[in-house]
C-alpha cells in the first residue's frame, strides 16, 4: 500500500486515542473546532492587518501599489490559515492533541461508514 507519510503514529505511541493515520481532508474539515476556526481567522486576517497598520504608521511603499500588495496578502495568508486550522484537527486524528469529542463522534460514525475493501493506493490499473 503506497501511505502519503512515512512513519505515521500508531495507537501504541500516542498520548491521546488514535483514530486513523490518513484521514480524508473532508474529515479534517468536517472534524475541526470552533477554536481551529478562530486560528484560521487570526491568521487568514491578522496578518494582513497587521501589515496595514504597519504601513499606516510608517509607509515603505507608494500608496498606489499597497492594495497589490494587498490583493496577494489576503488569499495568501488564508491558506496559510487553513493549513494551521486543518494541522491542529489532524493532530487530533493522529492522537497528538485531546481529541475526546472528536473520538466519541469517529466510533459512533464508522459504525454506520460502509467499508471498503480496495485500500487506498490499491487500483486495478
Known amino acids: 500500500m503506497v501511505r502519503l507519510f ?3 503514529p500508531d495507537d501504541d505511541h500516542v498520548p491521546y486515542k488514535f483514530l486513523t493515520a ?3 481532508l473532508k474529515d479534517v474539515v468536517r472534524y475541526m473546532r ?3 476556526y478562530a486560528v484560521w481567522a487570526a491568521v487568514g486576517a491578522g496578518f494582513p492587518a497587521a501589515h496595514w497598520m504597519w504601513e499606516r504608521a510608517k509607509p515603505s511603499f507608494h500608496p498606489k501599489v499597497m492594495p497589490r500588495v494587498m490583493a496577494i496578502q489576503i488569499p495568501a495568508y ?14 487530533r486524528f493522529w492522537g ?21 475493501t480496495k485500500k487506498w493506493g490499491e487500483n486495478d490499473w
Do not use: M, Y
Open 78 to 91: 488564508a491558506c496559510i490559515g487553513f493549513v494551521f486550522a486543518a494541522t491542529h484537527s489532524l493532530f
Open 96 to 116: 497528538w492533541r485531546e481529541n475526546g469529542p472528536e473520538a466519541a463522534r469517529w466510533a459512533e460514525e464508522s459504525k454506520t461508514r460502509p467499508q471498503s
Open 22 to 24: 490518513e484521514p480524508h
Open 6 to 8: 512515512d512513519n505515521l
Open 34 to 36: 470552533p477554536s481551529d
